[in-house]
């Protein structure tokens, strides 16, 4: 998969670059926390750090959205939940509580490529504004593309990655993991005739 490094574009007047705006004072939030901003306000996602389920809903978006090829430059490994990275929930407090003084990612937009790879990803995220439904979708399809992409499991055997869930202490049935798998597909995260993802 080729990943696309997200580029900030420094909005000034009409017209856009990459230069900041001359004479601007520099702000508190740097270009990882901007960019981790703009990708989740392009998601619909706002930073509900306040719940155990709002803080799950920023890591599984993030790892879907690095898979999907939005590189923002966090490396996740398994934890309880699934992919977690203890760099992005630091990154996400700091992000909310910079932008609740002063949002400078009001001055910047995204590359158009990562713009519309994350378009594409909406559609993943369905229609529902509950936060406990979303966060519970969201583990479990982040988790199957990670067991996927890292050989522990086969995406074309949902019973054997039901089962690797099961021992991680996940209780999706098979129906689940047969639906995730489907969702994945359709969303090109793994070859729709079932060939493992090369790894990253």
Partial sequence: MHIAIIILV??????SGTVHQPNRPAGNMNRQQIALKLVLDKLGLKLPLDTFEGRLIIQKAIYLAQV????????????????YCPALTKDAFSTASEAAEDDESSSWLLDDKSARRLEQLQSVFGPTTNQLTL???????????????????????????????????????????????????Q??????????PSGR
């Fill in 10 to 15: 420094f909005v000034f007047g009409s017209i």
């Fill in 68 to 83: 999907k090829g939005v590189d923002l430059g966090y490396y996740f490994g398994w934890y309880l939940r699934g992919p």
């Fill in 187 to 196: 969303n090109g995260f793994f070859p729709k005739a079932g060939a493992q």
């Fill in 135 to 185: 966060a519970r979708r969201l583990e479990l399809l982040a988790s199957v593309q990670y067991l996927v992409q890292t050989g522990v499991v086969s995406d074309n055997n949902p019973q054997q990655i039901t089962e690797e869930l099961a021992k991680r202490d996940k209780n999706f049935t098979l129906q689940n993991v047969s639906t995730a798998l489907q969702e994945l597909r």
